[in-house]
């Protein structure tokens, strides 16, 4: 198994509601990255997880809650979220610490629509 | 901080032709990574090609290769023999070397490539 898989692939959610997004990987990754990309414009990056333990936030505002439950999942939990909040949610995998060695795998994202 | 710039907003080359997207970066750092990545419509980011600062030999995968300039921080691809599904949105990516922890990736504000028939 190579991919990081993500799901949902779309949702839409009212700003009073609490949602989750998933991120998957079965490589034996052990860095994950949440990353928001708004529509043309370059992937920003928002956590990463190291060995299951939170090691970037970076200014995130706290309506955006990451989890790391084992080394497989990362979730991403989503509460009282505004409309500008609407982007696509990229996840992301690479073998140790230090990704570059052998690259970055990423997810096909979750696009997330706030109304 | 690491900053990466990509000046064409939009390039367009007809099938089987070749074409060049730039990608310039500034950082302070010696040791560090460079990479191509690749965003078609379906939204999947896909690695194109790395280059490692310390190697001064320019990384070539298939069609795609790089120019690596690293006293001008310059690090363009080329794509040879262009084909329909190379169309996508191009981005150029910095990680620098933390020697022990993960910092992400950072990006340029990405090409859009228009491969005409």
């Known amino acids: 198994d190579t991919e990081v898989t993500q799901t949902p692939k779309h949702l839409v959610m009212g700003m009073t509601n609490k949602k989750s997004l998933k991120c998957e990987q079965h490589?034996?990754?052990?860095?994950m990255y949440w990353y928001k990309q708004k529509a043309k414009k370059p992937p920003e990056l928002m956590f990463v997880y190291s060995y299951e333990k939170l090691s970037i936030n970076e200014s995130v505002p706290s309506r955006f809650s990451p989890e790391c439950p084992n080394s497989s999942l990362l979730n991403l939990h989503l509460h009282a979220l505004q409309p500008e909040d609407s982007a696509l949610y990229l996840c992301?995998?690479?073998?140790?610490?230090?990704?570059?060695?052998?690259?970055?795998?990423f997810g096909s994202g979750t696009r997330l629509t706030v109304v | 901080a690491q900053t990466v710039t990509q000046s064409q907003p939009e390039m367009s080359v007809q099938e089987a032709e070749t074409v060049t997207l730039s990608c310039t970066y500034d950082t302070s750092e010696s040791d560090y990574y460079l990479f191509w990545y690749k965003q078609p419509p379906s939204r999947q980011m896909i690695l194109v090609i790395r280059?490692?600062?310390?190697?001064?030999q320019n990384a070539t995968e298939n069609r795609f290769s790089v120019n690596f300039q690293k006293a001008a921080k310059s690090f363009s691809l080329k794509i040879s023999d262009s084909q329909l599904g190379d169309a996508a949105m191009y981005f150029c990516?910095?990680?620098?070397?933390?020697?022990?922890?993960?910092?992400?990736?950072?990006f340029g504000k990405g090409t859009h490539l228009i491969i005409q028939p």
């Open positions: 490589m034996g990754h052990r860095a």
């Open positions: 280059q490692e600062a310390y190697k001064q």
């Open positions: 992301a995998s690479s073998q140790d610490e230090d990704g570059a060695n052998y690259g970055y795998t």
């Open positions: 990516a910095y990680h620098m070397y933390s020697g022990g922890g993960a910092d992400g990736l950072t």
